[in-house]
């Protein structure tokens, strides 16, 4: 269990042992959940500390996007109101035809049994449903509306924030891998819109940003998250123009400083897409 409390009622995961970041803020009478993590069997655990730690029920889950790694811990919290953007519920839909179809996952998750056998038995398990309540550009939660969650995309079509304004906080998702290369290969990210939608966030000046992946960050990391992205897309668009492969430009050592980290696991695949977005 690894949840912990953040701000007076703000609690986050941000260490990666159950799949990308998660957190939860506490209401006057309820708690709502800000994805679940990925291993719904260690997800129960943040469940069962934030009941007790709070004396109050856990009645909404919203989901940030539609990746594995953010909501397939979601039945750890059940029952449990869900609630995402219109497009992450299509998304969600799409992956269920495919990908997430139960023979696909099996086969897909037995590669990494031996590394990962905590995962390999949560998939076991795992039950995936869609979410309960949607909407398209933002919906505002708690009784005094201090809530909002806003449909931003880029990091895929349906991805959104969650700002809590009375403590200037705000749950980015996947819009930021803290310290680390982002992965950007969905079909359905679109790189400019995901700058844009954190030039938007940083306009706001919050105090707290909590990103998908890494640790917690302020404005600071932000600005440098934002141009390191910047960076990336002019090498790219530069790249293009000039005729050179993804495979020259990683030679090239073309990747921002500040997103080396972490390259070797989604470095390709995002590149890949964003080269054919940018063709
Ligand atoms: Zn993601």
Redesign the pocket.
Same mark, same amino acid.
């Given at each position: 269990m690894t949840l912990r409390k953040l701000l007076d009622t703000i609690y986050v995961d941000t260490d990666a042992t159950n799949g990308?970041n998660h957190g939860a803020i506490v209401l006057d009478d309820e708690i709502l959940m800000v994805d679940s993590g990925m291993m719904h069997t260690k997800s129960l655990a943040s469940r069962q500390f934030l009941e007790s730690e709070t004396g109050l029920s856990i009645k909404k889950l919203i989901f940030t996007?539609s990746?594995s790694?953010?909501v397939f811990g979601a039945q750890a919290f059940e029952p449990v109101l869900l609630i995402s953007s219109e497009s992450t519920r299509k998304n969600c839909e799409g992956r269920l035809k495919h990908e997430w179809k139960r023979n696909i996952l099996l086969e897909r998750y037995s590669q990494i049994k031996g590394d990962n056998p905590e995962l390999w038995d949560a998939v076991q398990t795992l039950s995936i449903r869609l979410p309960d309540i949607t909407f398209d550009d933002e919906i505002s939660l708690g009784n005094n509306k201090q809530i909002t969650a806003k449909t931003v995309g880029g990091?895929?079509s349906g991805s959104a924030i969650v700002i809590c304004h009375e403590l200037s906080a705000v749950f980015v =998702?996947?819009l930021i891998f803290s310290g680390q290369f982002p992965?950007g290969g969905?079909p359905t990210c679109k790189p400019d819109q995901w700058i844009h939608a954190l030039q938007e966030i940083s306009s706001k000046q919050y105090e707290t940003i909590i990103p =998908?992946h890494g640790p917690v960050c302020g404005q600071k990391e932000l600005d440098e998250y934002i141009e390191a992205l910047k960076e990336l897309r002019f090498n790219i668009k530069y790249a293009l123009e000039t005729g050179i492969s993804i495979e020259t430009f990683i030679d090239q050592n073309k990747i921002p400083k500040a997103l080396k980290m972490g390259f070797e696991r989604f470095g390709e695949v995002t590149l890949k897409h964003w080269f054919e977005y940018y063709t």
């Open positions: 990308g996007h990746h790694d953010h990091h895929t =998702g996947d992965y969905d =998908g």
